[in-house]
């Protein structure tokens, strides 16, 4: 079945630097590549999503890139704020009813 | 967009008991729902995939007969943990795609925290 892994575990930035989160995916069947936020006791918020036919995809201060041949994607964010604080999620899955694995997840601080 | 809800957000019950969790889709069908597990500072993981009229598809390790999965209409899903132990202690998030937006997304539930006593 489809793995997914996320690295790093933990990352802290200062204040308005970039962060860069990396995943990659093991079953060439998989097509969406979403982005979750998720902040403590609460449900995982899409923050990003890619379709495997899309290289890049920037959306204000986010910006996701996939190289399918590597079987790579990464999640940028830029000019980081204390409110980006948050455990990230990157997944992927083979279609728009199917399920969704996630990465381990990355536990991003903004340092001020 | 589209809204999923859980209900309870919270509960607590005694070791033994059952528990039933239910999850909602507000604003659109649902003919597939899925199931997640997730425990304190580690991952998503996929428990089962609920489709409406059929039975629950179950990821390996999973026991089925424990976490008992029904999904009668198009905008309701109900787990329930039958026999729940301190193990099953966890956070319990359902997911679901609205196929009438014509996107790949799929909408979470804000999650239900269970703790067995």
């Known amino acids: 079945g489809e793995n997914v892994e996320q690295h790093p575990s933990t990352l802290s930035v200062q204040e308005g630097d970039s962060a860069v989160i990396k995943c990659t995916y093991s079953d060439s069947a998989s097509n969406y590549f979403p982005w979750y936020k998720q902040e403590l006791g609460k449900g995982p918020q899409l923050i990003i999503d890619?379709?495997?036919?899309?290289g890049e995809k920037k959306d204000q201060r986010i910006a996701v890139t996939l190289n399918k041949t590597a079987k790579h994607f990464s999640l940028h964010i830029t000019e980081t704020q204390p409110e980006d604080s948050a455990v990230y999620f990157c997944a992927a899955s083979k279609g728009r009813d199917d399920k969704i694995i996630f990465g381990k997840g990355t536990r991003l601080h903004i340092l001020p | 967009g589209a809204v999923v809800s859980q209900h309870p957000s919270w509960v607590i019950c005694k070791s033994g008991t059952s528990v039933k969790i239910e999850c909602r889709s507000l604003d659109f069908q649902a003919t597939t729902m899925f199931w997640y597990r997730q425990f304190p500072k580690q991952s998503l993981m996929l428990m089962a995939t609920?489709?409406?009229?059929?039975?629950?598809?179950?990821e390996q390790g999973v026991e089925k007969d424990k976490f008992l999965i029904n999904h009668a209409s198009l905008t309701l899903s109900t787990l329930t943990v039958t026999s729940a132990h301190p193990e099953d202690s966890s956070f319990y998030i359902c997911s679901a795609p609205d196929r009438g937006q014509g996107t790949y997304e799929q909408y979470f539930g804000p999650g239900t925290r269970l703790t067995v006593t």
């Open positions: 609920s489709n409406e009229g059929s039975k629950a598809t179950y």
């Open positions: 890619i379709r495997s036919n899309v």
